[in-house]
């Protein structure tokens, strides 16, 4: 009995987080690039990836993150295809250290790993560029237009990301229950 | 670290990352697409287009105000130029009818090559129930003195009746106050051209003092004559319009079209010499 509640679990969860992904995908395609600052386009994935990685766990984050890397890179081709494993290894970090923090803490841990998320979207942001354009880079325009405006804007963006992940969850909270899945 | 190689989940995962990002950019680089990225983007294409159709919706929105506010100034632009163009054009057109005008005075100066001409530009027509009078655009500081005769460049206008320093009033010749010597040209008949009450009504002046045998007919062209202290010699006064004879003293009496347009004069020359005069 435990193990069918346990399957049918981890399929809605599939199926959430799917969804999820999918979605987040097509808005860091659609909305996000008409929200630029300078020549900045904030990441919401990243933020995403967190939140479920402090909530769920690395296993789950992780496969959300390879996931919601697939789509993105689908909808917005680029010939690198690098999201999908940085974002892979995004969850699986951000699960290890977060998943560990007590329940009140959550969003707190949340706000703390932040920065060093956005500081490894900039990182990444970096060497796809360095990847994608060596030789031809501006540093100083590179460092000022695109990744400082960039770490700053996914910074903030991910707050609201994280009230929208949480808001998303809430159906498949109520099926649960509704299911005695918890 | 050690975490990681115990989870084996996550050794999969990664594994599936790295082939995944392997397979996706070495194919990419062949310039085709991969089954995953083929098949994700197949079910997400359409949601995504959806999607960019309402934001586009809401963008248009947003911006319209903006695009307003442009369209507006632009608008308001495009009037500005317009009016500038508007006056340009009128500028133009007039300056067009002036030369037109000019040639036809140049034509006069070089008939009445013993005479000084000013050219000058009606600014004013005073027309009341009395007196028609116009006002040039020259006086006594381009030498203009009162009584110096005034021509359009159809005919004689009228003469000079009051001088300013920078204007002057012209008396035309249907007026009572003008009058002048004048000759018809076909038979050289003499008379005095002036003004009358009833007959500037009508826009005409009137030949009298003819003689009593005069074979004057309506048609014949009146000019100026030589012993005229007042116009050179030739200018044309008008045509005649219609013969009278009067009641009283059995003359006859004839009603002369002006040559001049009287109605739509704008450029005029005051000629302010000429050989006959204040001899």
């Known amino acids: 009995m435990n193990?069918?509640?346990s399957y049918l679990s981890i399929i809605l969860d599939i199926i959430l987080y799917g969804i999820l992904g999918a979605l987040l995908a097509v808005l860091q395609t659609t909305l996000m690039?008409?929200?630029t600052v300078f020549y900045a386009v904030a990441d919401i994935i990243i933020g995403a990836i967190c939140c479920i990685g402090i909530y769920k766990g690395e296993n789950t984050a992780a496969l959300f993150g390879l996931w919601a890397g697939l789509c993105v890179e689908a909808l917005g081709s680029t010939d690198i295809s690098l999201l999908p494993l940085f974002y892979t290894l995004v969850g699986y970090v951000c699960g290890r250290i977060g998943f560990n923090a007590r329940n009140n803490a959550r969003f707190a841990a949340y706000l703390v790993s932040l920065p060093l998320l956005c500081l490894s979207r900039t990182a990444f942001s970096f060497v796809f560029h360095l990847l994608r354009y060596f030789g031809s880079i501006d540093f100083k325009m590179l460092f000022v237009?695109?990744?400082?405006?960039?770490?700053?804007?996914?910074?903030?963006i991910c707050i609201p990301v994280f009230i929208l992940v949480k808001a998303l969850e809430l159906p498949i909270y109520a099926i649960r229950k509704r299911g005695g899945l918890y | 670290m050690k975490n990681l190689f115990q989870n084996k989940f996550m050794i999969v995962l990664i594994v599936i990352a790295i082939l995944l990002v392997g397979t996706t950019s070495f194919i990419s680089a062949l310039g085709y697409t991969s089954y995953v990225r083929n098949a994700i983007g197949i079910v997400l294409t359409p949601v995504q287009k959806g999607l960019n159709f309402v934001f586009d919706g809401f963008e248009d929105i947003f911006s319209s105000k903006e695009k307003y506010n442009e369209l507006k100034k632009e608008n308001e632009d495009l009037k500005q130029q317009l009016a500038e163009n508007q006056e340009a054009l009128a500028n133009a057109e007039l300056a067009?009818?002036?030369?037109?005008?000019?040639?036809?005075?140049?034509?006069i100066k070089e008939e009445h090559l013993d005479c000084s001409f000013e050219n000058a530009k009606i600014t004013g027509r005073q027309s009341t129930t009395y007196t028609v009078l116009y006002t040039i655009n020259k006086g006594t500081l381009h030498g203009l003195t009162p009584g110096m005769p005034v021509i359009d460049k159809y005919g004689v206008l009228g003469c000079i009746s009051e001088v300013g320093l920078?204007?002057?009033?012209?008396?035309?010749?249907t007026e009572p106050d003008v009058s002048l010597g004048a000759v018809v040209?076909?038979?050289?008949e003499t008379g005095i051209c002036s003004g009358s009450f009833t007959a500037s009504k009508k826009g005409l002046c009137v030949l009298s003092y003819l003689s009593k045998n005069t074979n004057i007919e309506v048609g014949d062209r009146i000019i100026t004559s030589d012993d005229s202290a007042m116009f050179p010699k030739g200018m044309l006064i008008g045509t005649v319009e219609t013969i009278e004879t009067d009641s009283l003293t059995r003359e006859k009496i004839a009603y002369i079209?002006?040559?001049?347009?009287?109605?739509?004069?704008?450029?005029?020359?005051v000629i302010?010499?000429?050989e006959a005069a204040y001899e």
């Open chain 2, 185 to 188: 040209e076909r038979t050289g």
């Open chain 2, 257 to 269: 079209k002006p040559a001049a347009d009287l109605e739509n004069v704008n450029t005029v020359m």
């Open chain 2, 166 to 173: 920078t204007w002057a009033k012209v008396t035309p010749l």
């Open chain 1, 3 to 5: 193990n069918k509640f």
């Open chain 2, 272 to 274: 302010t010499e000429f």
């Open chain 2, 96 to 107: 067009l009818q002036e030369n037109e005008t000019l040639k036809e005075f140049f034509g």
């Open chain 1, 145 to 156: 237009y695109t990744l400082l405006p960039e770490f700053l804007y996914t910074l903030v």
């Open chain 1, 33 to 35: 690039p008409r929200l």
